[in-house]
């Protein structure tokens, strides 16, 4: 499996931007996918993350309200849409999908807070820049 994040660029505060994630290869063998950033000197940090376990998707606080997670299965993507882009919100935006599991699942919540090494394919990542 590949994952191609996209769409990053640079913007004003108040201003929108939409990150994309393709899928590629083996797609069948990808279950819940997220979003991540990292800022610079920060560590990377979960911002969404869906569950196949309650089938919901996870929100950090910080984001509520102005991101939201889609699908296109057609085209094998999963997009971030970002709105009210504050200058805290600069950072390398990466997508990562792991495999089913046959076992232990976990919410959107674990994913996001303490579960990125559950996470088996990641995106290179996608660099967003807000200006105030």
């Known amino acids: 499996v590949q994952l191609q994040a996209s769409g990053g660029g640079s913007v004003q505060a108040g201003g929108s931007l939409t990150l994309s994630c393709a899928a590629s290869?083996?797609?069948?063998?990808?279950?819940?996918m997220g979003w991540y950033r990292q800022a610079p000197g920060k560590e990377r940090e979960g911002v969404s993350c869906?569950?196949?376990?309650?089938?919901?998707?996870y929100y950090r606080d910080s984001v509520k309200g102005r991101f939201t997670v889609s699908r296109d299965s057609a085209k094998n993507t999963v997009y971030l849409q970002m709105n009210s882009l504050q200058a805290a919100d600069t950072a390398v935006y990466y997508c990562?999908?792991?495999?089913?599991?046959?076992?232990?699942?976990?919410?959107?919540?674990?994913?996001?807070?303490?579960?990125?090494?559950?996470?088996?394919?990641w995106g290179q990542g996608t660099l967003v820049t807000v200006s105030s």
């Open positions: 869906d569950s196949s376990a309650d089938d919901s998707t």
């Open positions: 990562a999908a792991d495999r089913p599991r046959s076992t232990t699942t976990y919410t959107g919540n674990y994913y996001c807070e303490v579960g990125q090494l559950l996470y088996d394919y």
């Open positions: 290869g083996s797609i069948f063998n990808i279950n819940n």
